[in-house]
């Protein structure tokens, strides 16, 4: 027993000194020292010797075992250190060398986009951009706007009201701001309003959340010609120089008389399928915006800010650049303006 222990260690030592790689010395250390190996079943094996026998057998295979571990560490150490050597040449970095390609960096929204779109056409005519607060009073939404104690627009179903605190509300249109504009500045006053709205709606063509475009222009001798001159611009300037507009009577709290804004329509009809036109269905116009003349009324809550109703005059519109960014750019579902399908968005970079 004594003579094969002997073997065993001088094949192990053999075989450990000319191991290659970390992985190969392991593979080694489980061959001749693992729980399977034999050299740690002889030792296991003692108790069944006869007595004279185990006490030299023991030692022999006590000392093998001891030898072998602290040559596989040794070696173990001259590898790892040699393999670290090739991957710290192997990992070298070259500086060199040109950098990657950068990346494209991102792009604006297709809204973003939109809304400062829609801005420049009006600050071009001579508006200038103010913002207001999302949450607002019932004062400054409804009855400064001349909304009627019944008007459907109060009822708690249509509009979100904030918990707890009275008569507070998270805006329904950006209008407010007409009020606080007159009270921060006498006329002439030409502003536009963007931000965001909310109101109680989800489905393909509205979101409780969106953003609407308010504008208003108070000032001495103007008229409904006026009014239709500033929105044929904008119509010209987003949807092309051929469009025109038209408008149709209609009611709103706050604008006397009221009208809706059409632009005609911009597809190419002449090169279309038989099935109707998507945009107009066949009218050959597309509803585009609410707005009217500034009603008197309105004036009313802020006569002492210098808006006398018997000298001044003004037009106010407001449109949803949603539906701006829907009709310009083909899009059939206005949730996916929300969804952040990069797919989507990237058509618009």
């Given at each position: ?10 094949e192990a030592e053999a075989a450990v000194a ?221 949807f092309g120089p051929d469009r025109e507009v038209r ?103």
């Amino acid at each position: 027993m004594i003579e094969r222990i002997a073997a065993l260690r001088a094949e192990a030592e053999a075989a450990v000194a000319a191991a290659g790689t970390s992985a190969e010395l392991e593979q080694l250390r489980v061959r001749y020292l693992g729980r399977k190996a034999e050299l740690p079943n002889v030792l296991r094996g003692i108790a069944q010797l006869e007595p004279a026998q185990r006490g030299p057998t023991g030692k022999a295979a006590n000392q093998a075992r001891q030898a072998l571990d602290a040559l596989i560490a040794a070696r173990g150490e001259q590898l790892a250190g040699g393999e670290l050597e090739q991957r710290l040449r192997a990992d070298v970095v070259d500086v060199t060398l040109p950098g990657r390609p950068p990346q494209p960096v991102g792009h604006l929204h297709l809204l973003t986009a939109t809304r400062r779109e829609i801005e420049d056409v009006f600050l071009g005519l001579g508006f200038r951009i103010a913002e207001g607060p999302e949450v607002e009073t019932v004062y400054y939404n409804f009855d400064a706007l001349n909304h009627a104690p019944t008007h459907p627009a109060r009822d708690r179903l249509d509009t979100f009201y904030v918990e707890g605190a009275g008569d507070v509300v998270l805006r329904t249109h950006t209008s407010p701001m007409q009020i606080r504009a007159m009270e921060a500045q006498p006329p002439p006053l030409y502003v536009i309003v963007p931000g965001r709205v909310y109101r109680r709606d989800s489905d393909a063509t509205h979101t409780p959340q969106f953003h609407q475009i308010e504008g208003l222009a108070v000032d001495e001798d103007i008229t409904l010609a006026d009014l239709k001159g500033t929105l044929l611009a904008f119509a010209r300037a987003i949807f092309g120089p051929d469009r025109e507009v038209r408008l149709r009577p209609h009611f709103f709290p706050f604008t006397e008389p009221s009208v809706e804004v059409d632009v005609s329509c911009f597809m190419e009809h002449s090169a279309r399928p038989p099935q109707r036109c998507r945009v107009c269905k066949d009218t050959g116009w597309v509803e585009i915006l609410g707005s009217g003349m500034v009603d008197p009324n309105v004036f009313g809550y802020v006569a002492e800010h210098g808006y006398d109703a018997e000298r001044v005059q003004g037009f106010a519109f407001g449109m949803g650049i949603e539906r701006i960014a829907m009709l310009k750019h083909g899009v059939p579902d206005l949730r996916l303006l929300y969804d952040n399908d990069a797919r989507f968005l990237e058509q618009f970079g």
